[in-house]
């Protein structure tokens, strides 16, 4: 899926599964979640400084559980280590809540960075998306053990991938650019066993 | 293929960690004033134990960050782990490396019933 930058007039912007057509077997559907942004945000949240100024942006306190996120609108705060958080927002609002976070975060140690390009995101959603994971995913999904807004890093063969649980059967999983097109294939490769 | 458990995330399949060799093995503060044999046993010597062994290990795929475990090197049972900079856990000494520390308490409170 191509679009016009908003940045660079004139530009077309692509994702890394640009053309391909959404994985649809019985039970299933997996799709692209193109221009996300994605920001990753590292400090201390025990410094209640840090905590208030992150507070005052994003509207939440920062997820300070392993596993666990936040949501606030359509932005979503996930826990990525105990001193790092990754935040998912709409298309091109990466930049703004960037620059408020660094303007709030002045003075204190922090870090910021958008990696909205280098990674994309994958939705597999239906009744059918835990028996997919299942084929490459070393971690737990049963719904005892993973429950909505649960996230965590992990990995599906051999690609690194950030994996949570958006509603009760519906999986969003960031992954690299590079590996986002491996990833694909091994979905589309396993879905075939439920062919429509 | 063993389980680690992340003193944050929990137990996870091996495949999601980076192996760091053994742990608590300081840098020497003054490398220009010791001399090669002392330099060439920090780079080089290490213990090779039989049995429970502490090491670095990294959530590579997970969270990301280096933690400390005591591992049973004949049975590739994980005991614990630990932060860095923590003290390591003693598991007891008649522990055989068959179970791990939580399942080690489970079998405690079950043998009291």
Redesign the interface.
């Known amino acids: 899926m191509a679009k016009a930058s908003s940045l660079y007039p004139g530009i077309t912007i692509d994702t890394p599964l640009s053309g391909r057509n959404p994985i649809q077997a019985d039970g299933l559907v997996v799709t692209e979640l193109p221009f996300l942004g994605k920001i990753t945000l590292r400090g201390d949240a025990a410094d209640p400084a840090f905590a208030a100024a992150v507070k005052s942006v994003l509207g939440t306190d920062l997820p300070t559980q ?2 666990t996120s936040q949501r606030v609108g359509n932005t979503r705060v996930f826990w ?3 001193d ?1 958080w990754l935040i998912w927002t709409p298309e091109d609002a990466e930049q703004k809540l960037g620059a408020d976070l660094n303007a709030a975060l002045t003075g204190l140690r922090k870090s910021v960075v958008d990696v909205s390009d280098y990674y994309t995101i994958l939705r597999i959603d239906g009744p059918r998306s835990r028996d997919l994971l299942a084929k490459g995913c ?2 737990d999904l049963h719904p005892r053990a993973f429950h909505p807004g649960q996230a ?4 599906f063969h051999h690609a ?2 950030f994996i949570t649980q958006t509603d009760s059967d519906v999986f969003d999983i960031m992954v690299r650019w590079s590996f986002a097109d491996y990833l694909w294939n091994y979905f589309a490769d396993g879905a075939r066993e439920w062919a429509a | 293929m063993f389980l680690v458990k992340c003193p ?3 137990w ?2 091996q ?2 960690f980076s192996y760091g060799g053994e742990a608590h093995i300081a840098r020497p503060l003054e490398p220009g004033q010791i001399s090669d044999a002392e330099w060439g046993d920090y780079i080089y010597t290490r213990r090779n134990t039989k049995g429970v062994h502490a090491e670095r290990w990294s ?7 280096w933690f400390n475990a005591l591992r049973h090197t004949v049975t590739d049972v994980m005991w614990d782990s630990y932060k860095m900079g923590e003290d390591a856990p003693t598991p007891p000494k008649d522990w055989d490396g068959m179970t791990c520390c939580d399942d080690h308490k489970k079998l405690a409170e079950g043998a009291k019933k």
């Open positions: 392993p596993m990525k280590a105990f790092e070393v971690i965590t890093g992990t990995g690194t991938i | 944050w995330c929990g996870r399949d495949t999601e959530h590579t795929q997970g969270c990301g960050r």
